[in-house]
């Protein structure tokens, strides 16, 4: 069956950078691509970026260009998610989606999260 | 960037009724919307893609469609609802992409 199992939670103080890893299994990682997507406490859902494990093409939203960067690992069918120079208003849960190749999709499967708290 | 507006924030349903939610795009996005549930402490669940086409395992009491031919409106409703129904709902667009877009939610709470 599909799954994407992520890291664990990570604290963090501001500044700092945070890696997250989104681990693929029961499907072809390369036929599909990889969204990540986050979540304030009791916030609503927040789009960051796609990756395509099918070419390694990206795109991140405005709000996290030049911030984060979302690469693959096809040969553990591994996505990542850096953000760099940490903010408080950073803390939220991060989620990794299966997600379209070429292009946004409907996500069928999600990760169970990643909590990132960000606090000096 | 398409923005996605749900409508109410909150709605209140006794079990065994029914709930219809709104989700209006600030422009037409054909009909590539997708529609999730969320219970507290867990990721999203994807029920309803294509406007109207339940996700795998979905339940045929959960249903999506959307009026006119702007493909601006749409509506997710829940025809009897069942104690484990309650929960927050986000409508998705993935039509004018990137980036992705979602509403703000609706949460729906036991009368």
């Known amino acids: 069956q599909v799954q994407l199992v992520q890291s664990g939670a990570e604290v963090k103080k501001p500044g700092a950078s945070v890696k997250v890893s989104c681990k693929a299994s029961?499907?072809?990682?390369?036929?599909?691509?990889i969204s990540w997507v986050r979540q304030a406490r009791g916030q609503g859902l927040e789009w960051m970026g796609w990756i395509s494990a099918y070419n390694g093409d990206t795109t991140y939203t405005q709000t996290f260009q030049g911030r984060v960067t979302m690469t693959t690992d096809t040969s553990t069918s591994t996505a990542y998610m850096e953000l760099r120079s940490l903010r408080s208003d950073d803390t939220a849960v991060y989620y990794c989606?299966?997600?379209?190749?070429?292009?946004?999709?409907?996500?069928?499967?999600w990760g169970q999260g990643t909590l990132v708290t960000v606090s000096s | 960037e398409i923005v996605m507006t749900q409508s109410p924030a909150t709605l209140s349903v006794s079990p065994g009724e029914r709930a219809t939610l709104s989700c209006r795009a600030s422009q037409g996005i054909s009909i590539n919307l997708a529609w999730y549930q969320q219970k507290p402490g867990q990721a999203p669940r994807l029920l309803i893609y294509?406007?109207?086409?339940?996700?795998t395992g979905i339940p045929a009491r959960f249903s999506g469609s959307w009026s006119g031919t702007e493909f601006t409106e749409f509506t997710l409703t829940i025809s009897s609802l069942q104690s484990e129904d309650f929960a927050v709902y986000y409508c998705?667009?993935?039509?004018?992409?990137?980036?992705?877009?979602f509403g703000q939610g609706t949460r729906l709470e036991i009368k």
């Open positions: 989606a299966r997600d379209g190749p070429v292009r946004g999709d409907p996500y069928d499967f």
């Open positions: 998705h667009q993935y039509d004018n992409w990137p980036p992705a877009t």
């Open positions: 294509g406007a109207s086409t339940r996700a």
């Open positions: 029961g499907y072809t990682f390369t036929n599909y691509g």
